[in-house]
């Protein structure tokens, strides 16, 4: 039983990162029927960007220099460091779309597909030309503490990056489901057309998107920091698939289902693990998920017909 | 461009041509490293010490008189195996290399290894151990001791150290160098302590950070231990993991881990664990400490074990290159040379201790444990020899 729980701590923590990835490629899909195959590598730079900024903030590595004259506590730092991130996160975001997506939005789907898997290769490059091939270890921005409660052992590091998660998706679907703004991306996921004619600027709204996706793929990579704390150019391209295979599990554009999808993938890969020999890990749990697919191929809360998504 | 003056300069670039054979050929030595990728520092660790290597011999090789001027051409695998194909059939049919140095990992070692067999030039691998680099490829040559060996080398300390009877493994089951080492020390620990003494035989695939499921396994297992024969970005992961999850046995890994960023990732958490590698910078001395005072001063850390592989890989290239006696500029040959002169070397004294080589290529040598001290440095702990 201890062994159980156990497991489920750690399902919950690696599904937290998957939730947060797939609800950014999902809110793309949805809004702009597209596949943002750049996601991935945008929640490696989000990684990337906290750790400078918390490096800057706590005055470590090159920013010895610079050191903040304010002694600031470690929670405010991690505070700081998510605000920071993600609001920088999200300027990498709506760059990717006024460069790499808008000036294709009447060209073929595959074409702008095809654009997403080369800024991805770009951001990675990048990455590496400008910043070269060594591990950045992430700052320590939690004291790690272990709490062992009737033999299940976890740290208080993982209590809060499947707090963080599960507190941005449901803030997510509020600003969705309860604001003007939320409104007018559902109005362009359900009508793509109609939706200017009510005075309703697309080019906002997908920048909008692409803002709140990376706003979110920036936490997934701070909490990826801090729970595996070796940053490197490719870790988005691994990360970012399993996402998108939990995306596609939610269901076209939905947040919630995404999200769910995206814990459901941690509990698969930790069971299956648990269950069968680890050599087997992908083979089987990717198999789990096409026989899914095979019976429910919208996902779990996608709709059959276009006209019927939600957000 | 006319017929005319095409002609002319195909003769011009013949005569050219026959002119530059004529003058003393250039050795060229290929460098096959991880300069990106996994694991980048082992590629930097190579490419630092092969320069260093080149500006200690002026930049010549003397062979019986003759002074040559000696190139390396350093290509970068990007961690990967089909890539490390690539380089080599790259230096050897482009670039034109005598000899190649490398891949580092075994990965990259074995299908390069693979290339450079059928292609008939000499490739000497600094840190490949797993046995299939060089098995039935009489062009191919290594540096460090090999995987049956270090497996129950590994083993012996343990059982002698701490007594343990059951361990626990977790290794990256898509890499050619962790499966084989983990499948050697598992037959080497159950010659020990019987079979099923290995209670917990744990994978997963290069790119995982999340190890929770496989290191909760291991502990639900029982295992007194984990050894992991991993490269040092995952090392750091693993054991701060297994320590998140209230592991609190020892962590032992194997030549590996010995890079100089080890440390660096992972920190506190592996000061105390042990490791079987090659040699120890701490307290060594004679050659291996002129080696180590050089690059240290040079490139402002201590090396290592690639770093004093690749050297010793560098100097045995060398010293076949000297026996073959001479370089007449026709590559077949003094690739043929260059091979025979390399696999009659018996003896070698390398500054990562004396190497006997067997038949297939493979020196026999001593292997180090090494300890991680509480100042972060690799200590020597105990030396084990064949």
């Known amino acids: 039983m201890e062994f159980f729980f156990q497991q489920l701590i750690n399902a919950l923590q690696l599904g937290s990162f998957y939730a947060l990835i797939a609800i950014g490629y999902s809110m793309v899909y949805g809004v702009l029927l597209l596949f943002n195959f750049a996601h991935g590598d945008v929640f490696m730079v989000g990684a990337y960007i906290g750790f400078f900024v918390s490096s800057a903030l706590l005055g470590l590595n090159i920013f010895g220099a610079l050191a903040l004259p304010l002694s600031v506590t470690l929670s405010l730092v991690l505070v700081l460091t998510l605000i920071i991130s993600m609001a920088l996160n999200s300027i990498v975001g709506m760059l990717v779309e006024r460069i790499g997506y808008r000036p294709l939005r009447d060209a073929p789907r595959a074409s702008a597909a095809i654009t997403g898997l080369m800024i991805g290769i770009i951001l990675e490059t990048g990455n590496l030309a400008i910043l070269g091939p060594q591990r950045r270890s992430f700052p320590e921005l939690i004291q790690s503490a272990t709490i062992n409660i009737a033999g299940v052992s976890f740290t208080n590091k993982k209590i809060l990056i499947v707090f963080i998660s599960i507190l941005l998706t449901l803030a997510l679907h509020q600003f969705v489901r309860h604001t003007k703004w939320g409104m007018a991306m559902r109005a362009m996921a359900y009508d793509y057309v109609v939706v200017p004619l009510m005075g309703i600027s697309t080019n906002k709204i997908a920048l909008m998107t692409f803002a709140l996706g990376s706003a979110l793929a920036a936490a997934a990579g701070i909490l990826y920091g801090v729970a595996y704390p070796v940053l490197d150019p490719n870790m988005g391209i691994l990360f970012g698939w399993k996402a998108f295979v939990a995306a596609i599990l939610g269901g076209r554009g939905s947040i919630l289902g995404a999200g769910l999808a995206g814990f459901l993938l941690g509990f698969i890969e930790i069971f299956v693990a648990t269950i069968f020999p680890s050599t087997m890990r992908n083979l089987i749990a990717f198999g789990i998920i096409l026989i899914i697919l095979t019976f429910r191929p919208h996902g779990f809360f996608g709709e059959p017909f276009s006209a019927q998504l939600r957000l | ?386």
């Open chain 2, 1 to 386: 461009m006319s017929r005319k003056l095409f002609a002319l300069l195909i003769f011009a670039s013949l005569m050219l041509g026959a002119c530059g054979g004529a003058a003393t050929p250039t050795i060229r030595i290929g460098i096959n490293a991880p300069l990106t990728g996994d694991i980048p520092k082992v590629g930097e660790g190579t490419k630092f010490s092969a320069e260093m290597w080149l500006e200690e011999n002026g930049g010549t090789i003397t062979v019986g008189g003759t002074e040559y001027p000696v190139e390396l051409v350093i290509e970068d695998n990007e961690s990967k195996g089909e890539s490390a194909a690539a380089v080599n059939t790259k230096l050897i049919t482009q670039d034109e290399v005598h000899v190649i140095v490398g891949p580092q990992s075994s990965k990259q070692a074995v299908p390069a290894g693979g290339v450079a067999n059928d292609q008939k030039t000499p490739m000497i691998s600094p840190w490949s151990t797993n046995p299939n680099t060089t098995l039935d490829r009489p062009w191919v040559f290594r540096t460090p001791f090999l995987d049956p060996f270090q497996g129950p080398v590994v083993a012996n300390f343990v059982t002698d150290e701490f007594g343990f009877t059951k361990a626990g493994v977790l290794y990256d089951v898509a890499s050619d160098y962790p499966k084989g080492l983990a499948e050697f020390f598992k037959s080497g620990w159950e010659d020990i302590h019987g079979p099923d003494s290995v209670v917990a035989f744990e994978s997963f695939t290069t790119g995982d950070a999340d190890f929770s499921a496989q290191l909760t396994n291991i502990m639900n297992a029982g295992a007194e231990f984990i050894f992991t024969p991993q490269y040092y970005n995952e090392v750091a992961l693993i054991v701060q993991q297994a320590h998140e999850l209230g592991f609190e046995g020892p962590i032992v890994g194997s030549d590996s881990w010995g890079s100089a960023e080890t440390v660096e990732l992972c920190g506190e958490d592996c000061y105390g664990l042990f490791f079987s590698t090659h040699y120890a910078a701490e307290g060594a001395t004679g050659a291996t400490k002129a080696f180590i005072d050089k690059y240290n001063e040079n490139y402002g850390y201590v090396p290592d074990d690639v770093g004093a592989l690749t050297w010793d890989a560098l100097n045995i290239v060398k010293q076949a290159i000297q026996d073959c006696g001479e370089i007449t500029g026709d590559l077949e040959a003094d690739r043929l040379c260059i091979r025979d002169a390399m696999a009659n070397i018996e003896e070698f004294p390398g500054i990562t201790g004396n190497m006997t080589f067997t038949e297939e290529g493979d020196p026999i040598k001593c292997a180090v444990i090494v300890r991680i001290s509480e100042e972060g440095l690799f200590t020597f702990y105990k030396q084990v020899c064949p």
